[in-house]
């Protein structure tokens, strides 16, 4: 029964946060945070089988009703902000959802089915989320709002969190598609939050683009229920015949559009107008952990070519969001097309669909979304305590905050190094593609894309760290204080990633050795040597062919010629098509 | 080498009507500290795939005289100006000082009335 | 959002022989602004002359002015004075002098070269170039008693007489010489690295090369035909074979092929003046204190040298003045580097072969 | 104890610097490189780099514009270092002395350890020089060495040295004296 | 026991190597060249040094860069899994850039920049590398592709493309762009003096070894041909040294990516069909 | 490209061209302008060498302890600074005696070191010829 805690708690908390004055309500999300997180906990530990749970009837007609109501809001709304895309694609919906409620399926299997992938995504939501909320009770202050709406802020995330929580438990494709249109729904008003022109232009963007994942899952249920006589995910799995996959190769496509993958991936990157923790929480804990827990759920009945083309067209998008970041300079930006990159990878390791590549796929989950929230609230900070947004700008930052220099070293280390999480998933992707090379020599090319991306985000990440550590020594170093709101978050992510490296123990990929004696000889024989040879250093100025001009420095730029961005697209929608027409053959 | 003296007023008109780019190869300006505090500033061409061929106008002026720049005409010639401006310490149209000499070393050195 | 960031190159650096510094405004290493300071090697030749040496040793200090062109820097002077002293030289020494000259001409030549290569991180042909160059050193050694400074040429003549021995070793050396330098012409023209370092880099169309008045390597590279041993009468260049060597292509490749051909073509005349050094005195005695005005052109290694000397019948002179090559070149150099990587700046200046010390005075 | 003083013999690195000479000098030295003398044996590499440099070769008279630059490359070698005048416009001002743009040898900024004469000096006489220099960075000592006319005094904080500031303005120190 | 005393002596191994192949340049380029123990001479000189810093993360960066390779070099001789070692040597590179990075000073930053430009080259094909070995021997641990046979034959074409690596890992010409002393001063190295230019002076040496003993997996179980291999390899990647300029960064990347990255997917694909 | 890997190869094989100087001395051609040399005796103190000097580097100075010469009126030494020569030979051909009281040797001159005071010994010999 945690599971129906973990759904109908966050909404309870909800509507207590909304009334109440500053104090009360960070005490109050403190301890809602911790409960919630205790509980996932608990589940996660007590769990043994798949839990299956049925639903009374009457829960399939107040489903229907909510359906109903969220499509025709957003008719309304394209109607209203003059936007023929959300109008369209509201409108297709409506009378897809129709034609899905005329049809009816035979077989029937439980509403919640909680399996282990589930439990893991309670706790990343829970854990992750609410350290994201706690978060965003001291960036919301700083915000221009009224007390109701900074309090409503709040209430949303919580329901977001409950909505996220149902979406992992469900087993329903129909009840998967309402809750899919309320994330749409979470993310437009989110986005919005703002109510400026550019926030309510990315929101409806965003919105527009979601849609068209919510009628990729119409027409996949339309599939399903006349081909397979089922609206259940489980039965579809079951029964799938591989000759037959459309219904799974829509809900893929879905999952790319939740996921932001190329094609797609004008929505997220419009997202950051949004408040941070607005951002931290769509990249890292909700929405688009959808995308790779979609692929997750379809893996076993991919197979064949589905399996190839996904894989190949997670990789691609992987290697290419990389690339793209490269060339970009706001923080935020690089961090998002970071994470369409890494979703990518996940969901196309998903699609591999071995054992080993889906265990890589559930550590990349899990430390991505750590990862992401610790390096999106230091975009928070930097905007709020150090008025920066671009990467240029941010040269010397050692200077003035060692503490922010060392999360973001953190976070981008631990994406890119051993012994950390997110290292070990890839290292694990790539052992799991050797092994299917032999299978299928396309999976090389999803090997060289791997390689490449991973070596491009490397370059990212180190692009920007680099920066924070152009020191100058001379100048008058300014401490800047952080409020604890915003470090002990971040140095509960670390402390998570740091326990982390657990995990690489008990993968049995790398022997214990493997794992500490870099971090030991790494970390102490230098500052050993270093404060013996310090003591009778000399101090020089740095070597500038003997001229005493001021040294303008940046780092490398990557222009980015237009042609290869929408050669990149091209690409990506061909893959697409290649898949749904290939399929269709 | 044929000399031709020109009033300083017209130099630019001069060397505007003489100076074919494709025919005539810009030298330099020279300098040459005459007598009673006077200067002499020449501008020399020689031409192109000729025997000997040395054009040098010249004018004679005095040291504050602000001696007209020729840099639209002859792109090269900033070169030669900043030098004069080093050289003799007077001021030509457009250009600034400090190719060769610092603050603290002798100024105008070649002009005649410094020493 | 493109930013830029400003890339010295000296004064001191490795690639550089000579103290000038360029400052490189680059996007990336893309070079989109220049700003150059030229005179660090400022001594103040030009009023020494005029004010602390006597007419008959200032041919020894202008010498110095630069160490690569000296031997036209001294004949140039030289040469001006005997013009205002009226002297006539006699055919020899016009062919001795000649001989320097050219030689010079090699050495410095292979110098560039060698020193292309190594700002284009050739190292193995710097060695190459550099180990070859010795001959042409000794062979100068043999002729003049110093490897650098030759203090060859005096007012009326030159200061030493050529032996039979010798020019037969010098032509031997030179024949040995020639075939280097037909490998060197191979290597630059086949080599698939320096052809990507060299072709199409730092070019310099016709056009450009007229509007920045440019001259020496630099402008024949671009086609232009200036060459003052081409327009002067007084040295017997038309009778020793000189032929003028042009390029159309501007880039640094063309002004190495330019090179190549100059130091065969150089080698031919010496190996003419060596078989026929015409009887007579190396020396003629001079009168009287120089009075009057000459302009005198040579064509030094870089390009083309002026001198103009005043004198006023004394033993001091008015007014000596030094155009030197690189200084006219020094617009066209700025030019140049627009819109090239920085990585080929070095082997851009190195293939002007600059010679700041000339320059600066 | 255990003497390394011995093998700063055995690989000098050295930096060039052309404070003003007509590059004959400077010729010279790259002809040392050459194969025909190969200054590589003695263990010599042209770092280019002052910080990495044990052997300073200075070329020319100090012209006005280079002597900032020439104390400022002497401030940024670290100790043991050694000091080679090439040729005789450095350690005399040469030809060029009394110049009006030109200080008359070196070792009026810097103390110079090895004069070579001639001009130019012949590569043989660099290759002396070198040799000589190479012993005299043998017996040298760790000790600070400050060039004659820096303007700034190296300060002290916290154990570290400063040598930041050595070349700020040399006109001033000469009014001072 | 011997493999404890090879970790120690790894960088006096690639110290030798370095000296002997300046030795080889010199008489490559017609002289006579520095002694033997010249690399050694020249440490023990660096550390008699006067120690001069710029700053203390610069320096700190530069010791860390040495040992993370020396624990590459360790993993290697104890034979442990390949990729994890190619990544932690990536890390080690990173070090070195930081430290590029970390001061104010343009030579270092452009020396960083180009490094990291120069990983998008190598780094591909070096995992594929490993890939291969474990497509080859069924894992990626060193000690397993040590005792199997040969595997030069089957990986002809990545051997070929790691060809191209070497000269990038040792700055050699025509790949030695990120060192580039004639442009860049040494690039990333500039600001290092004294007793902290010898930690990366000596991680030269281990890259050195680096280089060669991940070669030496190309001749499997085979010690004489494993000699061979490195003496060849050894002879060509210096005579390329010597007849090739430095070529620029973007001709380098493309190059390498272009001919590396082909080359090594045709063999996995090659692998994979056979 | 592949005649200069040929020539590194078979250079690997070949004696290299250096000299190994300070061991194997390299004889200097008899015509080599190395220092100049002063013979005492023949000396007619007409002091042409040190006007013709460009750089000064010849200076007759006043002493207490003159050279033991019947021409040497005014009790003058011959100084000469081989670190201030630039070795041009203008003193030799200036001179009414060459040979024998001046002439240019082929030897090379000296390696100075700090001690020897190349600089400030000649500064005050300058200001002693000119007082």
């Not at chain 1, 300079?329 to 990518?344: N, Q, R, V």
């Not at chain 1, 990633?497 to 022997?511: P, Q, T």
């Not at chain 3, 200032?58 to 009226?86: F, K, M, N, P, W």
């Not at chain 5, 060849?232 to 380098?252: E, Q």
Request: charge should be neutral; charged fraction near 20%.
């Amino acid at each position: 029964m945690t599971q129906i805690l973990l759904i109908l708690a966050p909404i309870f908390f909800a509507l207590i946060v909304l009334g109440t004055n500053v104090s009360v309500r960070n005490i109050f999300t403190i301890v809602f945070v911790t409960l919630l997180a205790v509980v996932s906990l608990m589940n996660f530990i007590s769990f043994d089988i798949p839990i299956e749970i049925s639903t009374p009837h009457y829960f399939h007609s107040i489903f229907v009703f909510l359906d109903f109501l969220l499509l025709m809001y957003f008719f309304w709304q394209g109607v209203v902000k003059k936007n023929s895309y959300v109008s369209l694609f509201a409108l297709i919906q409506i009378i897809l959802y129709a034609v899905v409620l005329i049809l009816t399926p035979s077989l029937m299997s439980s509403d919640i089915l909680v399996d282990k992938v589930s439990s893991i995504m309670y706790l990343v939501i829970n854990i992750i989320g609410g350290i994201i909320i706690i978060y965003a009770l001291k960036y919301i202050e700083s915000e221009d709002f009224t007390r109701f709406k900074k309090n409503a802020f709040i209430a949303l995330l919580f329901l977001f969190l409950s909505v996220m929580n149902f979406i992992v438990s469900t087993n329903n494709i129909e009840v998967f598609f309402l809750l899919f249109e309320l994330t749409t729904l979470f993310s437009y008003i989110l986005i919005a939050y703002r109510k400026d022109e550019t926030s309510l232009l990315n929101a409806l963007q965003a919105l527009w683009m979601n849609q068209i994942g919510g009628v990729a899952i119409l027409l996949a249920l339309i599939v399903s229920i006349t081909q397979y006589e089922t609206v259940y995910f489980d039965i579809l799995i079951k029964n799938i015949d591989t000759a037959y996959l459309l219904p799974i190769v829509l809900l893929v496509i879905a999952a790319f559009v939740k996921g932001a993958s190329i094609p797609f991936d004008k929505w997220l990157l419009g997202a950051m107008v949004a408040p941070t923790p607005v951002s931290a929480i769509l990249h890292s804990a909700t929405m688009v952990k959808i995308a790779p827990y979609l692929m997750l759920k379809l893996a076993p009945a991919m197979s064949g070519f589905v399996s190839v083309t996904v894989t190949l067209i997670g990789t691609f998008v992987f290697f290419t969001a990389s690339l793209l970041a490269l060339s970009k300079d706001y923080f935020k930006e690089i961090l998002g097309l970071s994470t369409i990159a890494l979703l990518a990878l996940m969901m196309s390791l998903a699609a591999v669909g071995t054992p080993e590549a889906i265990e890589a796929c559930l550590v990349l989950i899990v430390f991505h979304a750590i990862s992401k929230a610790l390096l999106f609230f230091q975009a928070g900070i930097l905007e709020k305590s150090f008025h920066l947004k671009y990467v240029n700008d941010i040269n010397g930052l050692i200077n003035h905050s060692p503490l922010v220099v060392f999360f973001i070293l953190i976070g981008f280390a631990s994406l890119t190094l051993p012994p950390f999480g997110v290292f070990i998933a890839k290292f694990m992707a790539i052992e799991s593609l050797s092994n299917e090379i032999v299978k299928n020599p396309l999976y090389a090319f999803a090997l060289v894309f791997i390689a490449l991306g991973s070596v491009f985000l490397t370059l990212l990440y180190f692009k920007v760290v680099t920066k924070l550590f152009a020191k100058d020594v001379d100048a008058k170093a300014r401490h800047v204080e952080i409020s604890a709101y915003y470090t002990v978050p971040s140095a509960i992510l670390v402390i998570f990633l740091v326990l982390g490296i657990y995990i690489s123990f008990d993968l049995n990929l790398l022997s214990g050795a493997e794992i500490i004696v870099p971090v030991i000889l790494i970390a102490v024989v230098p500052l050993l040597f270093a404060t013996l040879l310090f003591k009778n250093a000399h101090r020089v100025k740095e070597y500038n062919c003997g001229e005493k001009d001021e040294i303008k420095l940046s780092m490398y730029y990557f222009h980015m010629p237009k042609y290869i961005q929408k050669a990149i697209i091209i690409t990506a929608i061909l893959g697409m098509w290649i898949l749904v027409i290939g399929v269709l053959i | 080498m044929r000399k031709i003296k020109v009033a300083l007023e017209n130099i630019v008109d001069e060397i505007k009507d003489f100076y074919d780019y494709k025919l005539w190869h810009f030298l330099t300006i020279n300098g040459v500290a005459l007598e009673d505090n006077k200067l002499e500033v020449q501008w020399i061409f020689s031409k192109y795939e000729a025997l000997d061929d040395v054009m040098v106008y010249y004018v004679e002026c005095d040291y504050k005289d602000l001696i007209p720049s020729v840099v639209e005409i002859i792109p090269s010639a900033i070169i030669s100006q900043r030098e004069i401006i080093d050289m003799f310490g007077v001021k030509v149209e457009g250009s600034e000082k400090g190719l060769y000499l610092d603050e603290d070393s002798l100024q105008a050195p070649l002009s005649g009335c410094s020493i | 959002m493109k930013k830029t960031i400003n890339i010295p190159l000296g004064s001191q650096h490795i690639s550089l022989l000579e103290p000038v510094r360029f400052k490189f405004e680059c996007e990336n290493e893309k070079i989109v602004g220049v700003d150059s300071d030229v005179g660090f090697v400022h001594r103040g030749v030009e009023k020494a002359c005029t004010t602390r040496f006597k007419y008959d040793a200032v041919g020894y200090v202008v010498a110095r002015v630069c160490g690569l062109c000296a031997i036209t820097h001294s004949l140039s002077y030289t040469v001006a004075i005997e013009q205002l002293l009226d002297v006539e030289v006699s055919k020899k020494a016009k062919y001795l002098r000649v001989l320097l000259l050219e030689l010079d001409r090699i050495h410095s030549h292979m110098l560039c070269l060698s020193h292309t290569c190594e700002s284009a991180g050739f190292e193995a042909m710097f060695m190459r170039i550099m180990g070859d160059r010795e001959l042409i050193m000794e062979i100068q050694e043999l002729l003049t008693g110093n490897r650098i400074q030759f203090d060859y040429i005096s007012i009326g003549g030159v200061n030493r007489d050529i032996s039979l021995e010798t020019a037969k070793k010098i032509v031997n050396s030179l024949d040995i010489v020639k075939q280097k330098v037909l490998g060197y012409i191979d290597e630059f023209t086949n080599n698939w690295s320096l052809s990507l370092k060299f072709k199409g880099i730092g070019a310099l169309t016709l056009d450009e090369a007229y509007r920045f008045n440019a001259i020496g390597p630099l402008a024949r590279a671009s086609g232009l035909h200036i060459d003052v041993r081409n327009e002067i009468e007084y040295l017997p260049y038309k009778e020793l074979g000189f032929k003028m060597q042009t390029h159309t292509d501007g880039d640094i490749n063309a002004r190495n092929i330019i090179r190549l051909n100059e130091i065969l073509n150089s080698l031919e005349m010496c190996n003419n003046i060596l078989a026929g050094v015409p009887e007579g005195e190396i020396v003629v005695k001079s009168k009287g204190k120089p009075s009057g005005e000459s302009l005198v052109r040579f064509e030094a290694p870089r390009g083309e040298l002026m001198y103009f000397v005043k004198g006023n019948a004394t033993a001091m002179l008015d007014r000596v003045r030094i155009k030197t090559p690189t200084f006219s070149s020094i617009p066209a150099f700025s030019h140049i580097f627009m819109g090239e990587n920085y990585a080929d700046a070095p082997a851009i200046l190195a293939s002007f072969d600059p010679c700041l010390s000339c320059t600066a005075k | 104890m255990f003497s390394l003083n011995k093998y700063r013999k055995k690989s000098p690195w050295i930096l060039h610097y052309n404070a003003g000479s007509c590059n004959g000098c400077d010729i010279e030295i790259l002809a040392c490189l050459s194969p025909k003398y190969d200054l590589e044996r003695f263990g010599v590499i042209n770092t280019g780099n002052p910080k990495q440099s044990d052997i300073f070769l200075v070329t020319g008279p100090v012209t006005f514009r280079s002597r900032e630059r020439l104390i400022e490359l002497y401030t940024q070698m670290p100790e043991p270092k050694v000091v080679v005048a090439v040729g005789s416009c450095t350690c005399t001002g040469g030809v060029f002395r009394d110049m009006y743009n030109v200080e008359d040898g070196i070792d009026i900024y810097i103390p110079v350890d090895v004069y070579i004469p001639g001009c130019a000096a012949s590569p043989e006489l660099i290759i002396d020089g070198v040799v000589q220099a190479l012993d005299i960075l043998e017996k040298k000592t760790k000790e600070m060495e400050i060039p004659f006319k820096l303007f700034k005094e190296a300060t002290t904080k916290k154990g570290i040295t400063s040598r930041r500031e050595s070349a700020l303005k040399i006109g001033e120190n000469d009014e001072k004296n | 026991m011997i493999e404890m005393l090879l970790i120690f002596l790894a960088p006096i191994i690639g110290g030798f190597v370095y000296g002997f192949e300046r030795i080889v340049r010199a008489r490559m380029q017609n002289r006579q060249g520095p002694p033997l123990l010249q690399p050694f001479y020249d440490m023990l000189k660096l550390i008699d040094k006067q120690a001069f810093i710029v700053n203390p993360y610069h320096s700190i960066l530069g010791i860390m860069h040495f040992f993370t390779l020396w624990v590459v070099v360790a993993f290697i001789i104890l034979g442990q899994n390949l990729l994890y070692v190619i990544f932690l040597h990536l890390l080690s590179t990173i070090f070195l850039i930081l430290a590029g990075f970390s001061v104010k000073s343009i030579y270092s930053h452009i020396g960083s920049n180009r490094e990291l430009l120069a990983m998008i080259a190598y780094e591909p094909i070096l995992i594929m590398l490993a890939v291969a070995f474990f497509m080859i021997n069924g894992s990626f641990d060193i000690s397993a592709i040590r005792e199997n046979p040969s595997s030069i034959f089957p990986l002809i074409l990545l051997f070929l493309a790691f060809l191209m690596v070497i000269p990038i890992k040792l700055k050699k010409s025509p790949f030695d762009a990120t060192e580039a002393h004639q442009e860049i001063v040494g690039g990333v190295e500039v600001e290092f003096s004294g007793v902290f230019f010898e930690f990366l002076y000596m991680a030269k040496w281990l890259e050195y070894f680096f280089v060669y003993s991940l070669l030496v997996l190309f001749a499997g179980n085979n010690l004489i041909f494993a000699i061979v291999l490195a003496l060849f390899t050894f002879l060509v990647v210096n005579l390329v040294d010597n007849a090739t300029a430095r070529i620029k960064m973007n001709h380098l990347i493309k190059i390498v990516v272009t001919i590396g990255l082909t080359l090594g997917m045709l063999n996995l694909i090659g692998l994979a069909y056979v | 490209m592949f005649t200069s890997l040929f020539k590194a190869l078979t250079n690997l094989f070949k004696k290299p061209q250096t000299i190994d100087y300070p061991v194997t001395p390299i004889e200097k051609d008899k015509d080599y302008r190395g220092l100049i040399e002063y013979g005492e005796e023949s000396c007619i103190y007409c002091m042409k060498c040190e006007k013709a000097c460009p750089p000064g580097a010849i200076l007759f100075v006043k002493t207490d302890t003159p050279s033991e010469n019947e021409k040497n009126k005014k009790g003058l030494k011959y100084n000469y600074n081989p670190y201030l020569c630039i070795y041009c030979g203008e003193c030799v051909r200036a001179c009414p005696k060459p040979e024998e009281a001046l002439w240019q040797s082929n030897k090379k001159p000296e390696v100075a070191v700090r001690g020897d005071n190349v600089n400030s010994d000649w500064f005050e010999l300058e200001k002693l010829h000119k007082s």
